[in-house]
């Protein structure tokens, strides 16, 4: 157990809804990363908050919003779903924001758009 | 970004024997990661290991930054090792981790 949690562990939804994915980050942890792992991308880094603020942006859709609460627990937000979207999605945390920081990963949320 | 070029892509092992996971990176990193997806999806901290030899159970890692590679032995294995592994780095000066395309191991008894 990381002690990184995701809520929930599954999602079956249909094309066109919006869902909420939420994380909470180990204890002391200020650093939230998102996570998507598609079968045809593999696993790429969409977005980091640290300590409420958006700190770095990777290969995020429009459609997708994330952000981080004042008890540092994060919502990704996924709206206007295509099938495409289908993917496990991962939740990390680490200690700080910088580079040296060791991540640890969630049990990830599996999104089934229908 | 940066290439993460982990090898062989599928290993299939009797139970007993070792091996070695290779992966390649194509910039200067500063954090390396390795991990162990079970087949139930769950991404497992194996080592944090920019540099330098780690050795944990049956399982060891090493990283030549310089020579921009990390190695994974795993020895003796067991059934319960199956699953994909990934090497993950952080590029100098991204807070992001790059993940490679993975190694899936299956143990046979």
């Known amino acids: 157990d990381s002690g990184v949690t995701q809520t929930p562990k599954h999602l079956i939804t249909a094309t066109g809804q919006r869902v909420t994915l939420r994380c909470s980050p180990r204890?002391?942890?200020?650093?939230v990363y998102w996570y998507q792992q598609s079968l045809d991308q593999g696993l790429q880094f969409l977005i980091q908050y640290y300590n409420g603020e958006e700190r770095a942006k990777g290969n995020i859709l429009e459609r997708f919003s994330a952000q981080q609460f004042p008890d540092l627990h994060s919502e990704l937000n996924l709206s206007s779903l295509e099938l495409g979207d289908s993917a496990l999605y991962f939740c990390a945390s680490s200690v700080g924001g910088s580079a040296n920081n060791e991540q640890f990963f969630g049990p990830g949320t599996r999104l089934t758009v229908l | 970004g940066i290439q993460v070029e982990q090898s062989p892509p599928d290993l299939i092992l009797q139970e007993g024997a070792n091996s070695t996971l290779r992966c390649n990176f194509s910039d200067s990193v500063n954090n390396l990661q390795w991990f162990h997806q079970n087949p139930w999806g769950q991404l497992i901290n194996l080592f944090y290991?920019?540099?330098g030899t780690k050795q944990n159970g049956r399982l060891s890692a090493t990283t030549v930054a310089t020579e921009r590679y990390s190695l994974l032995y795993i020895s003796s294995s067991q059934t319960t090792d199956s699953g994909v592994y990934f090497c993950?780095?952080?590029?100098?000066?991204?807070?992001?981790?790059?993940f490679g395309t993975g190694t899936r191991l299956t143990v046979i008894p």
């Open positions: 993950a780095v952080r590029k100098t000066g991204a807070n992001n981790l790059f």
């Open positions: 204890s002391g942890d200020l650093s």
């Open positions: 290991i920019p540099s």
